[in-house]
């Protein structure tokens, strides 16, 4: 099960820093993804880390501004979103691939690699 958390309200500019927190299951033994979505559309993928120390793939629309790290010993995965931009206001979901289909296909943008979502977390950017 995942549980994302830390979402909220944000001016333009602001920092954010979302949680996926995983229970039953080791974070670091599988790749996590972060995605966005908006009402009517499919999730948007923004960020991956991958399982053990194989590393972070970022979505070139936040590259440089989002940052995915892991802390094994709270089994949680963060989303670090800095600078902010109305154009980020959306529900952030958490994923992870327990069967191992990213590691096998080097695919992680998709949502289909993934088969455990967390509920998301509302993020509002505006002044």
């Known amino acids: 099960q995942l549980q994302a958390s830390g979402g909220g309200l944000a001016r333009p500019g602001e920092r954010l820093t979302l949680s996926c927190a995983a229970s039953?299951?080791?974070?670091?033994?599988?790749?996590i993804g972060w995605f966005r979505q908006v009402p009517g559309k499919e999730p948007y993928w923004l960020s991956s880390?991958?399982?053990?120390?194989?590393?972070?793939y970022y979505s070139n629309s936040v590259r440089g501004r989002f940052f995915i790290s892991r802390d094994s010993a709270k089994n949680t995965v963060y989303l670090q979103m800095n600078s902010l931009k109305p154009e980020d206001t959306a529900v952030y979901l958490c994923?992870?691939?327990?069967?191992?289909?990213?590691?096998?296909?080097?695919?992680?943008?998709?949502?289909?690699?993934?088969?455990?979502w967390g509920q998301g977390t509302l993020v509002t950017v505006s002044s």
């Open positions: 994923a992870a691939d327990l069967t191992l289909l990213t590691y096998q296909t080097g695919n992680y943008y998709q949502p289909g690699q993934y088969n455990t």
């Open positions: 880390i991958a399982r053990g120390s194989l590393g972070e």
């Open positions: 039953g299951f080791r974070l670091a033994d599988y790749a």
